[in-house]
């Protein structure tokens, strides 16, 4: 069974730039989220998808930040304009439908490392 | 809000000595307990988790974790390192019951196993 994968893997834009971060979760995982990495500081929660709903999108930081997810699929998470401030690394992870358990296992991919010049 | 102390960002130790990497977590409320680990180009990959039931939590390659609710900690030990080992370590929680199911990630803490 495939992982989650995540596209492009390294990104390096300028100040201004416009970037498309594409994240592919498990297949049959309902339940899909995004968290980043600023160096030094520690993984923060973005948002989560439920299908193609966001269900919590309470760490975005702010309106530069897009994400979407048609057809419960895969996501894209655009940045436009980009800051010098949103380099990092953004991990996407999925975990299937939460039915009865208590919790369900998030699946991460490798991440996208992205360098605003 | 909850949060996720790991003090120490690297952690230097020999083969084959013991090791104990350091979480603490403050939250109001019951929380589950994680413990994530990076190794180097990959993406984190789950190492075991406390729900509830036995304190004591145990991994496939030989570590352990033991959730303390009175001291709030959840430390990562292993009796005994290997080189691949080498590895970020990430504690996480998530508050049990609330319906969210957002991670809070300590800083990490990067283990380096010394031949």
């Known amino acids: 069974e495939a992982g989650v994968t995540q596209f492009p893997s390294h990104s390096v834009i300028e100040k201004g730039q416009t970037v498309t971060l594409r994240c592919d979760p498990i297949s049959g995982h309902d339940n899909l989220y995004w968290y980043r990495r600023v160096m030094g500081k520690e993984i923060k929660f973005l948002l989560h998808?439920?299908?193609?709903?966001?269900?919590?999108e309470s760490g975005m930081p702010n309106n530069r930040f897009l994400a979407e997810r048609t057809g419960g699929t895969y996501s894209t998470l655009k940045v436009q304009p980009a800051e010098l401030e949103d380099s990092g690394v953004y991990f996407c992870a999925s975990s299937p439908r939460t039915g009865t358990s208590v919790y369900n296992e998030q699946f991460f991919g490798p991440g996208t490392r992205l360098t605003v010049l | 809000a909850q949060s996720v102390t790991q003090l120490d960002s690297q952690v230097p130790v020999f083969e084959e000595a013991p090791v104990e990497l350091r979480c603490n977590y403050s939250s109001s409320v019951s929380v589950y307990l994680f413990w994530y680990v990076q190794y180097p180009n990959q993406g984190l990959q789950l190492l075991l988790k406390?729900?509830?039931?036995?304190?004591l939590v145990e991994s496939i390659n030989g570590f352990e974790a033991e959730f303390n609710k009175s001291q709030t900690s959840f430390h990562l030990r292993k009796p005994s390192v290997h080189i691949s080992d080498t590895a970020e370590y990430f504690c996480?929680?998530?508050?049990?019951?609330?319906?969210?199911?957002?991670?809070?990630f300590g800083k990490g803490t990067k283990l380096s196993v010394i031949p």
């Open positions: 406390y729900l509830s039931g036995s304190t």
């Open positions: 996480a929680v998530i508050l049990s019951g609330a319906g969210s199911y957002q991670l809070t």
């Open positions: 998808f439920v299908k193609e709903s966001k269900q919590d």
